[in-house]
C-alpha cells in the first residue's frame, strides 16, 4: 500500500541545537500533518498543513516549531532552538484529502534531546 | 476540546477469542472514527472507520458507533497472535474548517498461541 518515508529514524542532539525532521508522504497527497508521541504517552496532533500553508496548529505547536515543503520536496518539522521536552517520537501523515479521509502514517522519528 | 478515552488498556486473551474494544469521546458533531493498529517501532496503521450510527463489517473487524451514547467499540474475531498490537482509536474533528484526528491513548493487546 501507500508509504509514508521518515528520515532519520533516531536523531540525538545537544539542547539548544537545531533539528529538521523529514517526511517523504504519498505522492499524490497533498494534506500532511505532524503528531508528536511521547513514550508510553498518547499521540498528539501537531499540525496539519496544505498548499504551502499552516492550517491549524496545537498549543504543543510552540514557537521554535516551524514546517514547509519548498517545491514539493520533503515535508519538514524544524525545532529551533530544541528543548529536553522536545524528546519524543514525532510522526508524520498525509492524507488525499481533507475530512475523514485515512491518514497514512510513517514509522516515525524518534528524537533525544540531551 | 475533543477527548479520546480508551478502554481496557491491555487485554491478554487466548488465540481465536473474540476481543472487544472500547472508545468513548466527547463531541457529538465528530466526523469519521477511526482504528488503528500499531506495532511496537512502527506508524499507526489503518485498520477500519465508521460514521453512522450502526456497525461496519469488514473480514474479521465489526465496528459498532452509537453516537448518542458518543461510543464506538471495535471487535475482532478469531482473534491470531499476529493481531498483538496496541490500538488507537482516532476521531477525526473538524475546526474552523480544518480536520485533525485527536487520538486515544490506546488497547495493549497481546494474543497468546
Known amino acids: 500500500g501507500p508509504k509514508v518515508l521518515q528520515i532519520p529514524s533516531h536523531q540525538i542532539i545537544d539542547m539548544g541545537q537545531m533539528v529538521t525532521l523529514n517526511c517523504d508522504p504519498v505522492s499524490n497527497h497533498l494534506y500532511f500533518y505532524w503528531y508528536k508521541q511521547i513514550l508510553g504517552q498518547q499521540m498528539e496532533f501537531l499540525v496539519n498543513f496544505y498548499n504551502g500553508k499552516v492550517m491549524e496548529k496545537s498549543k504543543l505547536f510552540k514557537d521554535q516549531f516551524s514546517v514547509e515543503r519548498p517545491d514539493g520536496s520533503y515535508f519538514t518539522l524544524k525545532i529551533q532552538p530544541t528543548a529536553l521536552e522536545d524528546s519524543a517520537v514525532y510522526f508524520c501523515?498525509?492524507?488525499?484529502?481533507?475530512?475523514?479521509?485515512?491518514?497514512?502514517f510513517g514509522p516515525g522519528t524518534r528524537l533525544t534531546v540531551l | 476540546q475533543e477527548k479520546v478515552q480508551q478502554s481496557p488498556e491491555s487485554l491478554i486473551v487466548p488465540e481465536g477469542a473474540m476481543v472487544s474494544l472500547n472508545c468513548s469521546f466527547s463531541?457529538?458533531?465528530?466526523?469519521s472514527i477511526w482504528w488503528y493498529q500499531q506495532h511496537p517501532g512502527k506508524g499507526p496503521k489503518a485498520l477500519i472507520?465508521?460514521?453512522?450510527?450502526g456497525n461496519k463489517k469488514e473480514g474479521r473487524l465489526t465496528v459498532y458507533l452509537n453516537r448518542a451514547s458518543l461510543h464506538v467499540s471495535l471487535h475482532i474475531k478469531d482473534s491470531q497472535p499476529s493481531d498483538s498490537a496496541v490500538y488507537l482509536c482516532?476521531?477525526?474533528?473538524?475546526?474552523?474548517?480544518?480536520?485533525?484526528?485527536?487520538f486515544g491513548a490506546g488497547t495493549r493487546l497481546k494474543v497468546i498461541a
Open positions: 463531541d457529538s458533531a465528530s466526523q
Open positions: 472507520s465508521i460514521f453512522s450510527n
Open positions: 501523515a498525509s492524507s488525499s484529502d481533507w475530512g475523514s479521509y485515512e491518514q497514512y
Open positions: 482516532a476521531v477525526s474533528t473538524i475546526n474552523t474548517g480544518n480536520y485533525k484526528y485527536v
